[in-house]
Nanobody, 115 residues
Framework: QVQLVESGGGLVQAGGSLRLSCAAS????????MNWYRQAPGKQRELVAS???????NYAYSMKDRFTISRDNAKNTLYLQMNSLKPEDTAVYYC?????????WGQGTQVTVSS
């Protein structure tokens, strides 16, 4: 059993920064991959970034230079540092854990970037 809870979203001006957190309860497999996704109104959910248990990262093209994904395995927490935010970054951001038995999603946290 895995439960994920995102936090850190809010309203920010364009050019500002936010740090999202995803706290996981239950055991997370050390070989598991953690991901951030986002979904804007009227659009499909898209992958933002991923990170392996060893710290290897991958980013969507549009986020690579502005966002940083990290994890603290000891604290069972995933992070997404977002800098130079743009209005088009406005979306609900979701944490996802991938394990052998399946995938788990958090409830999401709203990020709104004003112009």
């Amino acid at each position: 059993q895995v439960q994920l809870v995102e936090s850190g979203g809010g309203l920010v001006q364009a050019g500002g920064s936010l740090r999202l957190s995803c706290a996981a309860s239950g055991r997370i497999a050390s070989s598991g991959v953690m991901n951030w996704y986002r979904q804007a109104p009227g659009k499909q959910r898209e992958l933002v970034a991923s990170i392996t248990s060893s710290g290897r990262t991958n980013y969507a093209y549009s986020m690579k230079d502005r966002f940083t994904i990290s994890r603290d395995n000891a604290k069972n927490t995933l992070y997404l540092q977002m800098n130079s935010l743009k209005p088009e970054d406005t979306a609900v951001y979701y944490c996802k854990a991938v394990q052998v038995v399946g995938s788990y999603w958090g409830q999401g946290t709203q990020v709104t970037v004003s112009s």
